[in-house]
C-alpha cells in the first residue's frame, strides 16, 4: 500500500511542478520587462558589432525595453561563451556569435571549456553570411594571389597574417590554405576584426582574411589591395575580385561563416518564438537590410530549428576540417 505520508509527497511535488510551470509561463508572457543584453564576442567597430547594435535598436522598438550590447572580447571567446552559457534562461542575456563555440572550440581545445557545445544554448535565429575575402598592404606589391604564394615560398615565415584568434573560422580557413599550397605565414592575432583589419591597414601585418564588410570601405579608397574571394562565387561590391578557384587554388572548400543569435540553454519556448519572429521582422527592416548590403552580408531568416541544424551540421563539418589541419589548443 502506499502509504499517506507518500501520497503527500507525491502531491506536494506535482503542485511545486506546476507552480513552477506557471510561474514560468506568466514570465513568458509578460516578456520583456526589462533591459535585455547582448553579448558580442569581439571587441567594437567591426561587422558583428555593428549588427549587434543596429539589432538592438530595432528590437528596443519592437519589445519597449532597452536592448543593449554588452562586449566581451578574449579568449577566442570563450569569455562570452562562457558568460552567456552560465547566465539564467530567461531572455535578458543573449549571444550574437558565429558558428566558433560550438563546432569549433570544443575540437579544437584538449581542457574542458566550462559549457556542453551540444547542451548549453538555445539557437533562437540566424542573421546572415558573411563573405570572404583575402587582402594585404598595398605596400607589399603583391596584387594576385599567384604573388603572395610566390612570396611566402621564397620567404618562408616573413609574411604575415592577422586574425581574430586561433580558434575562429576566419584562422582556420587560412591555415587550410597555407596547408594546401605549402606556405609558412606568420599568424598575429587581435582581440576582433577591426583592430586586425586596421593593423594591415597601417601595415604592421601584411594580409588577413576577414568578411568583405569590414574591408570594403578600406579595399575601395586603395589601402588595402584584394587578392581573392573565398567562396564559390564573386561579390557583388568587389566585382573584379576574383574566386580561390578562378585564382588557380583548389581545395579550400570551407563551411559557411554566419552571425546569429542564441540564448542560454533551457530557454523558455515561448521565448524562443517571440525572440525569433522579431528578430527576424527586425532583418526584414530598411536599416538592417542597408547594414547587411553595405557589410557584403546576405541576410538569412531562419527559425530556430533551422538554426539549430545548421549548428548540429556544423559540429561535423568544421571538426573534419579541424581534423585535417591537426590543430589542438591547450
Given at each position: 500500500m502506499i502509504s499517506r505520508i507518500s501520497l503527500l509527497r507525491a502531491f506536494t511535488a506535482a503542485a511545486l511542478t506546476l507552480a513552477s510551470a506557471g510561474a514560468l509561463s506568466q514570465a513568458s508572457q509578460a516578456y520583456p520587462d526589462k533591459p535585455i543584453r547582448i553579448v558580442v564576442p569581439?571587441?567594437?567597430?567591426?561587422?558583428?558589432?555593428?549588427?549587434?547594435?543596429?539589432?538592438?535598436?530595432?528590437?528596443?522598438?519592437?519589445l519597449g525595453q532597452p536592448v543593449i550590447v554588452d562586449n566581451k572580447p578574449g579568449g577566442n571567446g570563450l569569455i562570452a561563451t562562457q558568460y552567456v552559457t552560465g547566465a539564467k534562461p530567461d531572455g535578458y542575456t543573449l549571444y550574437l556569435c558565429v558558428t566558433t563555440p560550438w563546432s569549433m572550440l570544443p575540437a579544437l581545445y584538449k581542457r574542458p571549456l566550462g559549457y556542453d557545445a551540444h547542451k548549453d544554448y538555445t539557437a533562437i535565429s540566424l542573421l546572415a553570411e558573411f563573405q570572404t575575402v583575402?587582402?594585404?598592404?598595398?605596400?607589399?606589391?603583391?596584387?594576385?594571389?599567384?604573388?603572395?604564394?610566390?612570396?611566402?615560398k621564397a620567404n618562408p615565415g616573413k609574411l604575415s597574417y592577422a586574425s581574430t584568434g586561433?580558434?575562429?573560422?576566419?584562422?582556420l580557413a587560412t591555415e587550410l590554405l597555407k596547408s594546401k599550397v605549402g606556405i609558412d605565414v606568420l599568424h598575429v592575432p587581435f582581440a576582433g576584426a577591426a583592430p586586425a583589419t586596421q593593423s594591415v591597414v597601417a601595415g604592421d601585418v601584411d594580409s588577413a582574411m576577414f568578411?568583405?564588410?569590414?574591408?570594403?570601405?578600406?579595399?575601395?579608397?586603395?589601402?588595402?589591395?584584394?587578392?581573392?574571394?573565398?567562396?564559390?562565387?564573386?561579390?557583388?561590391?568587389?566585382?573584379?575580385?576574383?574566386?580561390?578557384?578562378?585564382?588557380?587554388?583548389?581545395?579550400?572548400?570551407?563551411?559557411?561563416?554566419?552571425?546569429?543569435?542564441?540564448g542560454p540553454g533551457g530557454l523558455p519556448p515561448a521565448i524562443v518564438r517571440k525572440l525569433n519572429e522579431e528578430i527576424n521582422t527586425v532583418l526584414r527592416g530598411d536599416e538592417m537590410t542597408a547594414l547587411l548590403a553595405a557589410q557584403s552580408l546576405t541576410p538569412l531568416v531562419a527559425s530556430p530549428e533551422q538554426m539549430d541544424a545548421q549548428i548540429k551540421g556544423d559540429i561535423k563539418s568544421w571538426g573534419a576540417v579541424i581534423k585535417q589541419l591537426g590543430v589542438q589548443l591547450d
Open positions: 569581439f571587441s567594437a567597430g567591426g561587422g558583428l558589432d555593428a549588427a549587434a547594435r543596429v539589432l538592438g535598436q530595432g528590437l528596443t522598438k519592437r583575402i587582402f594585404v598592404n598595398p605596400k607589399t606589391g603583391i596584387t594576385s594571389m599567384k604573388a603572395y604564394i610566390e612570396r611566402a586561433s580558434a575562429q573560422p576566419y584562422t568578411d568583405v564588410g569590414g574591408s570594403a570601405p578600406f579595399i575601395k579608397a586603395g589601402r588595402l589591395t584584394p587578392l581573392a574571394i573565398v567562396g564559390k562565387s564573386r561579390v557583388p561590391s568587389l566585382p573584379d575580385v576574383p574566386t580561390l578557384t578562378e585564382a588557380g587554388i583548389m581545395g579550400v572548400d570551407i563551411p559557411m561563416i554566419w552571425m546569429g543569435v542564441v
